[in-house]
C-alpha cells in the first residue's frame, strides 16, 4: 500500500478526485493501491528557547537579557513540538499512514524546501518507518498534473540527507535563531515585558528600512524650479538640447532663438509584447488601492485555489510551462466573457517565449482550471475574490493579444540641431486593450506624431519628487533587491501592518505610514545586518550551499553569533539617538546582572543587587537554598541601612509570576535584630483631621520621622526607591491618599510620580 501525505484537506480532495479515490479516500491508480492522509500545514514546531537546552541554562535563554545574547546554537537541541491543536490530526494522519510499504511526501514544491520539511517532520515525528520514502513534484493540483506525479514520484533514500530537506531544515533553524534580533530591538528600545516586542526579521526589517528611506527622502524633499529654453512645435512635441543650461528664474533666461522648422530624422516601427505575469504581491498591492488589506487578499486566494479558481498562490515562477499554457488554452473564451474582454482580441494563441518555458513547478498566478460561470458566484470565497479573479485574468489574457504596435519618430529643429524632440504614435494597441499596465499613455505619446515648425518657449521644471510609498511601490523595491518572494512579501506586509498590538507600518488603501513602533524601529536599524538588504541574499545562498554539501549548516549557524553581537553594538548606540530625536525618555537598554540557579527543584534566574548591594555567589546559593540571607549595606536615599531577607516569590502587574529577593526585617548596621515597635511597620497619627494608620515602608524605604511628619501634615515627599521586578533605583514620589484594595479602603501612600 503506499500512503500519500498531503499538506492540506483541500489537496486531499483534489488528489482523491485525480486518482480515482473512494470516500475512504483509498483507491487504485496505474496498478497501484493507495491512502490519501492530510495534514493541516505544519504541524510540529520548535520548542520555546528555555526548553531548547539544559535545564541549567533554561533561564539564560528564557529571560530577556541583552547579557545573555548571543546564544550559542551549540546549546540547542532543536525539540520540536506538537503545535497546539494537532494531536487529532496527527492521530488520523498514523492512523491513515502506519503499515504503508512506501509514504510519499505530496506537499507543496516549494523553492525553498518548506513543503518537503512539512511532511518529513510529520513522517518522523510520528516514527513511521516504511520500506520506502518517495516524493510527488506537481505543478498544480489539476488532475492531470497529480496523475503525472503519481506516476513519476521520485525515491527518497534518506529524509534527512534529502536536498529540500537540508535547504529547509537550515532556514527553519537561522529564523528560529533570528528571534534574538526581537530581543535586541524590543530591550533597546525600552520596552518591557507587557508592553509588546519590538519584532525584528530578515523581511520585516527589510520593509522598515526601505519605507523608512522613502518617508525621511519625501520629508526632507524641497521643491527647486528651474527654468531653460525649449522648443515646442504644433503638435505638442517638446524639443530639448542636454547643452541648454537652467537658471534659478526666469527672466535669467537669455531670449537668443527664433521659430525653425523641423527636420524628422528617424520613424520606426516597433512593437512591444505584453507585460509579465503577476505575483502575489503585485497583485495585493494593485488590490490595496480598493482598500483590500493583504490578509484578506490571502484568505480569499487560498480558499479560490482550494476549489481550483486560481492557481497556487505562494508561486515563485514568473511564466508558465507549456503544459499549463495548454491547459487553460479551452478555456480563455469562457474567461474572456466572464471578465468583459472581446475575445476577438486574443488572436495570439500559441505560447509566447516570453511568458512560456519549460521549467518551473506552479507555474505563475493565473486563473485556475474551474471557470466560474458568474463573477458573482466568487463571493463566495470571501472579501476582494472578484477583484482577484479579474485582474489575473486581465493579466493573463493580455499574453493572448497582439504586442502594442506604435510608430517611433525622432526630428530635430533645424536651425538649432540640439534641439531634439521624439514621438509615439500608436498604430495598434494589442494587448493595451485586455490589460494596461500603467494606465497612463508614455509622455512622448502623440496621435498625430512630430509636426513641422518649433517655436521656443522657457520651460520651467522642477527637482524630481521621491515617490509616496505605498504597497504597490514597496513590493517593487523589495522585488529590486531580491528580499523574499511575491508570497512572503505579502504575508509579511499582513503581519506588519495587521499586528494588534505592535504593529510597525500603517496601511491606508495601499498608502503606507510609519507607526511610533516602525519608527523606533527603523530609528534602530542603521549599520545592523538584520536591516541590510543582502542579508537575505547571504541567508539563501548558503541555503543552497548547505543543500549542495559545499557548505557546512553548523559553521554557517555559527556566524549567526558574532552577527548578534555586532547588531547588540549597534542597536545601542543607535537608541540613544533614537530616544533622543523622538522625545522618549531614557531608560535603561538591558536588564539589571542577575544570577541563575536552581530554587525549590526548578531552575530560577533572579536579580542580583538589591539597594547596591551585589550579592556574593556564596549569599546566591544561600538563597537558592531556601537560607535567609543579611544585606549590611544598602543604600537607600537617607544612607546606608541594614535588612534580611530570602527568595520569593511576586506578582507583576502584567500577570507574570517572578522570582525576586524578598525583605523579611530591619537590621541594626551591625546586624543585630532591629528592635520593633508594637505597631511593626506601621505609624499612626492624624491626618486631614481624623486618625490614621498607614504602612511605613514602601518599596523598600522606610519613611523617616521627618517624612511621616510631612505625609501627615498632606505635603507630598519623594525618595529613592527600589523596583521590586528588576532591582534597580529610582525616585518616588507622592503623598498619603484613601486607596482600596480588594474591596477595603484605607489610607497608603499613592505614588504619582515615578
Same mark, same amino acid.
Given at each position: ?90 492521530? +488520523? ?36 518507518r516504511p520500506k520506502k520514502f518517495s516524493r510527488m513534484y506537481f505543478a498544480d493540483e489539476a488532475p492531470a498534473s497529480i ?17 529540500? %530537506? ?24 525600552? =520596552? ?14 527589510? =520593509? ?9 527622502a519625501l520629508a526632507e524633499y524641497k521643491p527647486v524650479p528651474f527654468y531653460s529654453n525649449k522648443f515646442k512645435d504644433e ?149 476582494? +475574490? ?119 507600518? +500603517? ?63 549597534? =542597536? ?109 511597620? %506601621? ?40 523596583? +521590586? ?30
Open positions: 500500500m503506499i500512503g500519500i501525505l498531503c499538506e492540506k484537506p483541500s489537496a486531499q480532495r483534489n488528489f482523491a478526485k485525480a486518482l480515482g479515490a473512494n470516500s475512504s479516500f483509498k483507491g487504485t491508480y496505474n496498478g497501484e493501491s493507495f491512502v490519501i492522509a492530510a495534514a493541516r500545514g505544519h504541524l510540529y514546531e520548535f520548542e520555546d528557547p528555555k526548553t531548547q537546552v539544559d535545564p541549567t541554562l533554561a533561564s539564560k535563554y528564557g529571560v530577556w537579557s541583552l547579557t545573555n545574547l548571543p546564544w550559542d546554537e551549540r546549546d540547542i537541541r532543536w525539540k520540536y513540538k506538537k503545535n497546539s491543536d494537532a494531536a487529532p490530526t496527527l492521530k +488520523a494522519i498514523e492512523a491513515t499512514l502506519k503499515g504503508c510499504d512506501e509514504l510519499v511526501i505530496a506537499c507543496d514544491v516549494d523553492p525553498s524546501g518548506e513543503g518537503f520539511l512539512l511532511g518529513a517532520e510529520i513522517m518522523l515525528g510520528l516514527r513511521l496523475q503525472k506525479a503519481f506516476r513519476d514520484r521520485k525515491v527518497v533514500p534518506d529524509l534527512l540527507r534529502d536536498r529540500e %530537506y537540508l535547504m529547509a531544515y537550515y532556514r527553519a533553524r537561522w529564523d528560529w535563531l533570528s528571534m534574538q534580533w526581537t530581543r535586541i530591538a524590543t530591550i533597546c528600545a525600552g =520596552m518591557r515585558f507587557g508592553d509588546g516586542q519590538l519584532r525584528q526579521g530578515r523581511l520585516k526589517s527589510a =520593509m522598515v528600512q526601505i519605507v523608512g528611506d522613502g518617508l525621511k503638435n505638442g512635441v517638446v524639443y530639448t538640447s542636454k547643452k541648454e543650461p537652467t537658471f534659478d528664474a526666469k527672466d535669467k533666461v537669455p531670449r537668443t532663438y527664433a521659430p525653425s522648422p523641423v527636420t524628422k530624422d528617424e520613424t520606426k516601427l516597433m512593437k512591444t509584447p505584453p507585460p509579465r505575469l503577476i505575483d502575489l504581491a503585485t497583485l495585493s498591492a494593485r488590490l490595496a488601492a480598493k482598500g483590500l488589506k493583504s490578509k484578506q487578499v490571502l484568505a480569499t486566494y487560498q480558499k479560490m485555489y482550494e476549489s481550483q479558481v486560481v492557481s497556487y498562490p505562494r508561486t515563485e515562477d514568473k511564466v508558465i510551462t507549456p503544459e499549463q499554457f495548454n491547459e487553460l488554452l479551452p478555456k480563455v473564451d469562457a474567461i474572456a466573457a466572464l471578465v468583459g474582454v472581446d475575445a476577438k482580441l486574443l488572436t495570439h494563441r500559441t505560447p509566447r517565449a516570453t511568458h512560456v518555458k519549460n521549467g518551473g513547478a506552479h507555474g505563475a498566478n493565473r486563473p485556475g482550471p474551474n471557470v466560474p460561470k458568474r463573477l458573482d458566484d466568487l463571493t463566495q470565497y470571501g472579501p476582494g +475574490a472578484k477583484e482577484i479573479y479579474v485582474l489575473l485574468a486581465h493579466n493573463y489574457l493580455a499574453m493572448l493579444a497582439e504586442d502594442y504596435e506604435y510608430e517611433s519618430q525622432k526630428g530635430h529643429v533645424t536651425k538649432y540641431p540640439d534641439f531634439v524632440g521624439s514621438a509615439q504614435v500608436p498604430k495598434k494597441m494589442g494587448w493595451k486593450q485586455v490589460f494596461d499596465e500603467d494606465a497612463e499613455p508614455p509622455e512622448d505619446e502623440n496621435a498625430t506624431g512630430i509636426g513641422t515648425t518649433a517655436t521656443p518657449f522657457v520651460a520651467e521644471g522642477v527637482n524630481k519628487k521621491p515617490p509616496t510609498p505605498t504597497m504597490k511601490w514597496l513590493m517593487a523595491q523589495l522585488e529590486k533587491h531580491d528580499v523574499g518572494t511575491g508570497a512572503t512579501r505579502t504575508s509579511t506586509y499582513a503581519d506588519v501592518t495587521g499586528d494588534p498590538k505592535c504593529p510597525l507600518l +500603517a496601511d491606508t488603501r495601499g498608502k503606507i505610514s510609519m507607526t511610533q513602533f516602525g519608527e523606533m524601529s527603523y530609528r534602530l536599524l542603521p549599520g545592523t545586518h538584520i536591516g541590510d538588504l543582502k542579508l537575505t541574499e547571504s541567508l539563501e545562498a548558503d541555503m543552497r550551499a548547505v543543500a549542495d554539501g559545499k557548505k557546512s549548516p553548523d559553521v554557517c549557524l555559527h556566524e549567526v553569533q558574532q552577527l548578534v553581537l555586532d547588531d547588540i553594538d549597534v =542597536m545601542k548606540k543607535n537608541a540613544v539617538e533614537m530616544r533622543a530625536s523622538m522625545g522618549i525618555p531614557t531608560a535603561p537598554t538591558d536588564e539589571p546582572e542577575r544570577y541563575d540557579g536552581t530554587w525549590k527543584g526548578k531552575p530560577v534566574s533572579f536579580v542580583r543587587t538589591y539597594f547596591g548591594h551585589r550579592f556574593t555567589d556564596d549569599e546566591c546559593r544561600d538563597l537558592c537554598a531556601g537560607k535567609e540571607v543579611q544585606v549590611l549595606d544598602a543604600k537607600g536615599s537617607n544612607g546606608t541601612f541594614a535588612c534580611r531577607g530570602s527568595l520569593g516569590e511576586k506578582i507583576a502587574k502584567s500577570g507574570r509570576t517572578y522570582v525576586t529577593f524578598v525583605l523579611s526585617g530591619y537590621l541594626n548596621n551591625d546586624g543585630t535584630e532591629r528592635r520593633q515597635t508594637s505597631s511593626g511597620d %506601621y505609624v499612626t497619627g492624624k491626618w486631614k483631621g481624623k486618625q490614621v494608620r498607614f504602612k511605613r515602608v514602601f518599596s523598600g524605604h522606610m519613611f523617616t520621622d521627618a517624612e511621616v511628619a510631612d505625609l501627615l501634615a498632606g505635603k507630598e515627599i519623594s525618595f529613592e526607591a527600589v523596583s +521590586a521586578r528588576t532591582g534597580s533605583t529610582y525616585t518616588a514620589q507622592g503623598k498619603l491618599a484613601n486607596q482600596t484594595y480588594n474591596g477595603v479602603s484605607y489610607v497608603g501612600f499613592a505614588l504619582n510620580k515615578r
